[in-house]
């Protein structure tokens, strides 16, 4: 017998919550988008509905409706279902995935568009996979974490493939480090980590996802050594992979640069290494997707936390050490996924 959905996944649900996301995403978006139109319409933004844009998009470029963007992505998904979904998640201008709030609106966008679909079909499971990944851009972790323990139930029961539940099980995980429930994370990421690594090999992208996953859950339990031996391995295999300017790249960079800093017994070069592997994707994270986007701010939070652990170190005395500790220890690594 199928379980019961939870309240938000309900049809009477999806309209006014809709409404209520693309509202959040407009006034959210509001101080950029005055006097600008939507790219795609080329109408303004109105009481009827406003204007966003969360993308890597810069100066007049990217601004349009949700209701827009929506229409734009089911078209693509028409003409080709599988290669078009990406237009729910990505901008078409920019090619970067949309980011916090907007994220949100697509996702409940999305959601209202396919709930119908049969249950078994990939575009209603992805339709329920992008409205959890969305909720969990907005914070709303909570609701997030019911909509990826819904998918999972209805995956298992429906025999869906191996690939498809460690994609559930790692949004899972997600949710549970936003929630503080580290230990559990932790366990959860390991055992994705290593199914998805004998599934598609060391080189696949899920894999390196997935290892960059693994690595966080172990630098926010303190496992310094393991987190740094595991990205010390994957991160030449994701730059030559996915490339220096894929996202993955970058928060693998990022968190090895956390782990060689926030370490209690981190040496003068390691802290020196920290700082110099943060100047360098600082720029690239720039350039790619702007100085608005999470990936950006969360690594400029690190540079300003590593910069002042040197510093802290440069000026102690060599055997004096509890400066650095209390600089360091105040840093809060980013979400992984």
Known sequence: MAEAEPLLLRVDQAEPRYNEAVAIAVAACAADTVGQTCYICLGPGDEEEGLVRMCACRGTAGFAHVSCLARGAQAAVERGAQRGWKRWRTCGLCEQKYHGVVACALGWACWKTYLGRPEMGWIRQGAMNLLGNGLFAAEQIEDALNVEEARLSSMRRLGDSEHNILIAQGNIANSYE????????????????????????????????????????????????????????????????????????????????????????????????????????????????????????????????????????????????????????AVTPPGGA
């Open 178 to 329: 936003a929630l503080g429930r580290n230990e559990e994370a932790g366990h959860l990421r390991q055992d994705v980590y290593f199914r998805r690594l004998r599934l598609n090999g060391e080189e696949h992208r899920e894999t390196l996802v997935e290892a960059n996953n693994y690595a966080l859950s172990l630098l926010k339990v303190s496992r310094f050594i393991a987190s740094k031996s595991l990205l010390r391995e994957t991160i030449p295999v994701a730059r030559r992979v996915l490339g220096e300017r894929n996202d993955t790249t970058l928060k693998m960079r990022l968190h090895y640069a956390a782990v060689l800093y926030k370490n209690h017994g981190a040496t003068l070069d390691d802290l020196r290494e920290a700082v110099t592997t943060l100047e360098d994707i600082e720029g690239v994270a720039r350039r790619v997707l702007g100085g608005a986007h999470p990936v950006t701010a969360n690594i400029e939070c690190y540079l300003r936390k590593a910069r002042a652990a040197l510093r802290a170190r440069e000026g102690a005395a060599p055997d004096d050490v509890s400066s650095v500790r209390e600089g360091v220890a």
